[in-house]
């Protein structure tokens, strides 16, 4: 059974930094591309990086040089380090992978003072 876990987020202040992990279970991990979504209140779900198998890499402009995702393949994790949180940042985090490309329950991130 395919299973993805989300955890890492919480109340950080502007600025701030969050790395957020994604633990997946049921499939091999190292031949799939991963993802991380996000989904701000009344929102349209984004996304907001990517990395194939291969470790090549996508980001949404808004993101671009402040987050970095990264994997694990020993560990069957992802990552996502983000850096210089804003408050439009706010949102629950998805990561979606694997086959048929589930989706996890999320994490909330919250960017506030």
């Known amino acids: 059974q395919v299973q993805l876990v989300e955890s890492g987020g919480g109340l950080v202040q502007p600025g701030g930094s969050l790395r957020l992990s994604c633990t997946t279970s049921g499939f091999i991990f190292s031949l799939y591309e991963m993802d991380w979504y996000r989904q701000a209140p009344g929102k349209q779900r984004e996304l907001v990086a990517s990395m194939s198998s291969r470790g090549l890499t996508h980001y949404a402009e808004s993101v671009k040089g402040r987050f970095t995702i990264s994997r694990d393949n020993a560990k069957n994790t992802m990552y996502l380090q983000m850096n210089s949180l804003k408050s439009a940042d706010t949102a629950v985090y998805y990561c979606?992978?694997?086959?048929?490309?589930?989706w996890g329950r999320g994490t909330q991130v919250t960017v506030s003072s």
């Open positions: 979606r992978g694997g086959p048929d490309r589930p």
